[in-house]
């Protein structure tokens, strides 16, 4: 398994404001992913965080407003860019081990007002 | 579009039961099917795989199927207890190694 550390682990923004996530591996892996779950909802993707390379967007969802960096295997953040309060969520950096298996941190739960 | 259903949003049973949570997709033939379950302010944490050419998978007290006919998958934890009580979310493996969600199930086991 991997031990995922992400930060902070909560936050209350106002809106228009940019936060940006930070997540951080304990070992080095390939493949490393953001979610997002709103309230009451299931997990959707927002994008693969590629190394040495542009993150790879889901539909509906632009680099304009949620940049990714992914400087090496262990390390990545999300902005969450001029927030408005339907950015409200949780949002989950996770990597996938064993070509299969998903581990995720514990999350950032976003409140924008 | 690829699409997976978890047919009950909530379930509620008693304690020593056997839950039985479903699972359902359309428009895609994935190569396997998880099972994850998620406690409240926590990630999910991974429980089980099988794959296509697997019908059955056992851990402890949990049991998966997977009917690639039927485009369905059932997730059963037998001698319930309330410490199972979380949400339980199927998952299936898309494109590129992306894994893609179902909406999940809440489960409450009343002592």
């Known amino acids: 398994s991997a031990v995922i550390s992400q930060k902070p682990s909560r936050d209350i923004c106002q809106r228009g404001t940019s936060l940006t996530i930070q997540c951080q591996v304990d070992s080095q892996v390939t493949m490393m992913f953001w979610y997002r779950q709103q309230p009451g909802q299931s997990l959707t993707l927002i994008a693969t965080a590629n190394q040495g390379s542009e993150a790879t967007y889901e539909s509906g969802f632009v680099i304009d407003k949620f940049p990714i960096s992914r400087p090496n295997l262990t390390f990545s953040t999300l902005t969450v860019s001029n927030m408005s309060p339907e950015d409200s969520s949780i949002y989950l950096c996770?990597?996938?081990?064993?070509?299969?298996?998903?581990?995720f941190g514990s999350g950032t739960q976003l409140s924008v007002l | 579009s690829q699409k997976i259903e978890q047919n009950s949003e909530a379930l509620n049973i008693q304690e020593g039961k056997t839950a039985t949570l479903t699972c359902n997709y359309t428009?895609?033939?994935?190569?396997?099917l998880q099972w994850y379950r998620q406690d409240p302010g926590r990630g999910p944490v991974f429980l089980l795989l099988i794959r296509e050419n697997e019908k059955e998978k056992r851990k402890e007290r949990l049991k998966v199927t997977f009917d690639t006919t039927l485009k369905q998958s059932l997730f059963h934890i037998t001698a319930s207890q309330p410490a199972d009580s979380a949400t339980y979310l199927c998952a299936l493996d898309s494109s590129a190694s992306k894994i893609i969600f179902g909406s999940g199930t809440r489960l409450s086991i009343r002592p």
């Open positions: 996770s990597v996938l081990l064993f070509n299969e298996k998903l581990f």
């Open positions: 428009n895609y033939s994935p190569a396997y």
